[in-house]
């Protein structure tokens, strides 16, 4: 009876160690594009290939290795489809054909962008309180940005030259939230020009942005009750060319010499060629940008620069309006979210444990 | 409504961009394909709008013969002059309306357009990126002063990525055994543009992307609204 | 003798084009030492096997063609001896002309490469970033024909070339927007296909953060020095190596103008106290 017991499960081991299987699964959170393929074979065989069988298409071989055991992704798949796989493994006298099918399903969530959405919702859910507590009368203290406050006298100067000031809004498209960030301050300077009664001459590279510029300017001068002085041709389109556009503005800056220039969004090797002929002609001039690698050009050749963040911190700032002082606390909240991850994040590296970072750079399957 | 409609739509499309940032399910991701079509399709017919602002801008000041007048006019030439040759006879392989222009090939070598590109356009081009060089020699002159510890500062960094960067560098310094091999010149300058340099641009670009989410927050909500023209 | 400030700028400028143009002229025939991120640029397209297709694309025009056309001829090259099949695109309107001039450069000694079967222009497509996430979904849809109007079926190169998953990598060059950021963010964020690429020597420091752990730029060519860094490395005396003299000259004179620069202000700072000593020296006596 032993004997016979001992027998019996010597050949359920072996079976168990033969047992070869071939599995296809929808792949979880994801956009229903994929399938999860996992195979495990006896370790005798010499290859194996696995391939997608579709309705009216050729069979189409997707992998041939020679791992007994493994997974495999098959990307960009129709949702809602059902698709058959085959797995054929070749041994030394013998081969073994498996198959297996799976219907993609897109489901309602990336959970790899957990981490990102989180830490989103937090910056975002930081920026609406201190915005509700503005509201709610709280005052928040801004530090001087010294390239804001000096718009007035900017354009103080230009009025007393008899000269016109020159904006140029960047030299991106609308699509990049620079551009929109200097028009909303572009609206604040054009009713402070309406108000000194200063040419302002506003050169585009798109045509959106023309369209734009030209809205913005106008309700500046409507609103600051100078309707009659607005110039629709100072709002214009020069060319789509980077250093067509930049030899257009270097002509303006040349021939009609504004007293003061503005370099206010998106800027990229043309910026010193600008910055450095506005300084040939004596004019007072303020830059702005995101673009960290032109930065040194306008801090160099500009008398005011505006850095990165104080770009967007520009309308707020202008504005004086409580609401938007109060989103620029939220940033302030965010940067210190930001360092506090990095100190946690250097030291989990330094104990080698990186479940955090995989978190936050959506590394889970 | 008038003021209110742009504000409502700016909000609806921004939370449904924002939402299929993170749902993978039907219809957000075929929303936003439908968006990045309209938004090519939109773009194409903007160039349009920039021409037509182009040769009224500049047929105003030719006709009432405003200061400068003669550069808009030259403008102009230029412009109709490779819009007519492009159109005409095409461009490359690409036939224009009256063919290939073999016989002008024969004779130019190639193509008008081509010919005035590669001679003409081309050449100014290049000749205006050119101008960097010798606008950083004079920012360079004039901006470099040694004032203070932060002025020294930058003046050591610039010379050594100054020298870095060149061959001259690769020879003033090759001869350092293994050991001394991070004080190669060139070395060095990879050191100060990985780990300084990389650190300050890095905490601009997360206090731009800061600011970027809050601004781009402050349009959905309709809290910005100088970018339409007009505050509340 | 005082020199206005209109005239010292003339005067810099006048001695750096000479400085710049002798090197062309005389050739003076120094070594440059290849750098991490070239080396790694290089070993993404020495580590793809033949036959492979792979997207160059030509994200700038003219302007900046002086840096970025001789990585465009190098990696051509490069993709040559590999036996890789390559599909010029471009995102800016005249990345298409530095694309058949790139390929008209390389294929005079490379004659045996035919286009269809080893490259293919596609031509330039307006949206930046949103037709890169279209060439995602299907390449055709985006380019139905080359530049010569084959359609995309009838190219041999493309046969089993839909998306951009079926690509072994990427490389843009690129002076600006869109390019290699816009790659980045699709091509590898998206879709895990390498991206290397290159751009002006003034945009490498913002590039160089992505440059990491996780390859969201596999190498980048940085500037003219790279481009002949890159040259060295697959055996070729292209355009960048010789014009690598005339910078390394002009880099030299610029820290000569800086000299100058600060001995200027010292000059005028010392005058300026000497002649404040002597104003408050004289004060004392007449008053005493």
């Given amino acids: 009876m032993r004997k016979t017991l001992l027998s019996l499960l010597f050949l359920i081991l072996i079976g168990l160690l033969m047992a070869n299987t071939f599995s296809a699964k929808d792949s979880p959170w994801d956009d229903g594009k994929s399938i999860d393929l996992v195979w495990e074979i006896s370790p005798m065989a010499i290859k194996v290939e696995i391939c997608r069988q579709d309705a009216d298409e050729p069979k189409r071989v997707l992998l041939t290795c020679s791992d007994p055991s493994g997974s495999f992704r098959d990307n960009e798949l129709e949702p809602n489809n059902e698709y058959h796989y085959q797995l054929k493994a070749y041994f030394q006298d013998d081969d073994l054909t498996l198959s297996a099918s799976a219907q993609t399903r897109a489901q309602w969530f990336y959970m790899g962008k957990l981490g990102f959405l989180l830490l989103l919702l937090l910056v975002c859910g930081a920026i609406l309180y201190y915005i509700q507590a503005a509201r709610h009368g709280k005052e928040f203290f801004i530090r001087r940005i010294a390239g804001l406050d000096s718009m007035e006298e900017a354009i103080g100067r230009a009025t007393e030259k008899g000269k016109p000031i020159l904006y140029v809004p960047g030299i991106s498209d609308l699509d990049d939230i620079q551009t929109i960030a200097s028009l909303t301050i572009l609206s604040h300077l054009a009713e402070r020009a309406a108000e000194y009664d200063t040419e302002i001459i506003v050169p585009c590279r798109f045509s959106m942005v023309l369209s734009a510029a030209k809205e913005v300017v106008r309700e500046a001068y409507l609103k600051a009750g100078r309707l009659d002085a607005y110039k629709p041709d100072n709002v214009f389109y020069l060319t789509d060319d980077q250093f067509g556009f930049v030899a257009g503005i270097d002509g303006i800056m040349l021939r009609r010499k504004p007293a003061a220039n503005f370099f206010m969004g998106s800027f990229y090797a043309e910026s010193l060629i600008l910055a450095e002929t506005g300084f040939a002609t004596g004019a007072i001039q303020t830059a702005g940008t995101a673009q960290a690698h032109q930065l040194p050009f306008f801090v160099v050749t500009c008398d005011y620069t505006l850095i990165g963040e104080e770009l967007f911190a520009a309308s707020a700032y202008l504005s004086k309006d409580p609401q938007q002082l109060g989103s620029l606390k939220g940033h302030d909240f965010g940067k210190l979210v930001i360092i506090l991850l990095i100190i946690l994040g250097v030291i989990l590296e330094i104990l080698e444990t990186s479940n955090l970072k995989e978190f936050i750079a959506g590394a889970i399957s | ?232 | 003798m005082k020199i206005s400030v209109l005239a010292e700028r003339r005067i810099i400028y006048l001695v750096l084009l000479i400085a710049v143009a002798l090197p062309l002229l005389f050739p003076i025939g120094w070594k440059t030492e290849v750098s991490g991120y070239t080396q790694m640029a290089y070993d993404l397209i020495e580590n793809t096997p033949e036959n492979k297709v792979v997207i160059i694309s030509f994200d700038y025009d003219p302007s900046t063609m002086t840096e970025l056309q001789p990585m465009g001829e190098a990696m051509i090259e490069h993709a040559f001896k590999r036996d890789q099949k390559i599909i010029a695109t471009a995102l800016w309107p005249m990345g298409v002309q530095m694309a058949e001039q790139a390929f008209e450069k390389v294929l005079r000694d490379y004659p045996d490469k035919k286009r269809g079967l080893d490259y293919v222009n596609l031509g330039y497509k307006v949206g930046g970033m949103v037709t890169i996430q279209a060439m995602g979904r299907d390449l055709k849809e985006v380019y139905p024909n080359d530049t010569r109007n084959t359609p995309y079926d009838q190219i041999p190169l493309l046969a089993n070339t839909r998306r951009l998953k079926d690509v072994a990598w990427v490389s843009s060059l690129s002076s600006g927007v869109p390019g290699l950021k816009e790659w980045m963010m699709v091509a590898r964020d998206s879709y895990n296909v390498p991206v290397t690429g290159g751009c002006t020597a003034v945009s490498a420091p913002g590039f160089f953060p992505y440059v990491n752990e996780q390859r969201q730029l596999t190498g980048l060519l940085g500037g003219l020095k790279a481009a002949s860094e890159y040259e060295s490395l697959i055996g070729r005396l292209g355009s960048a190596t010789t014009k690598m003299d005339a910078q390394s000259v002009a880099h030299l004179l610029i820290l000569v103008f800086i000299a100058l620069g600060n001995i200027k202000v010292f000059v005028a700072k010392k005058k300026k106290t000497t002649k404040t000593k002597a104003f408050i020296i004289k004060r004392r006596k007449s008053n005493d």
Avoid at chain 2, 163 to 188: A, D, K
């Fill in chain 2, 1 to 232: 409504m008038k003021s209110s409609a742009p504000l409502i739509f700016a909000f609806i499309v921004g939370i449904i961009v924002l939402l299929s940032e993170f749902i993978p399910h039907s219809p957000f991701n075929e929303i936003v394909s439908t968006l990045e079509g309209w938004f090519m399709i939109i773009s194409g017919f903007a160039i349009l709008l920039g021409q037509i602002s182009l040769i009224r801008m500049n047929t105003h000041k030719i006709v009432h013969k405003l200061d400068n007048w003669q550069y808009h006019l030259a403008g102009l030439i230029s412009f109709g002059l490779m819009l007519a040759l492009g159109l005409l006879w095409g461009m490359q392989e690409t036939p224009g309306i009256l063919g290939d222009a073999t016989g002008i090939q024969a004779w130019l070598g190639q193509k008008p357009f081509d010919y005035l590109f590669e001679n003409a356009y081309l050449p100014l081009s290049a000749t205006l990126f050119s101008l960097l060089a010798f606008f950083i020699a004079s920012a360079a002159y004039r901006a470099f002063i040694i004032r203070g510890l932060e002025s020294n500062l930058l003046m050591i960094t610039a010379i050594i990525v100054i020298i870095g960067r060149t061959s001259i560098g690769t020879m003033l310094t090759g001869w350092l055994p293994e050991s001394l091999h991070f004080w190669h010149f060139p070395n060095l300058a990879d050191f100060i543009m990985e780990f300084p340099n990389t650190a300050a641009q890095r905490a601009i670009l997360i206090s731009a992307g800061l600011g970027i989410v809050g601004s781009s927050l402050r349009i959905i909500l309709g809290i910005e609204r100088s970018y339409l023209g007009g505050d509340k």
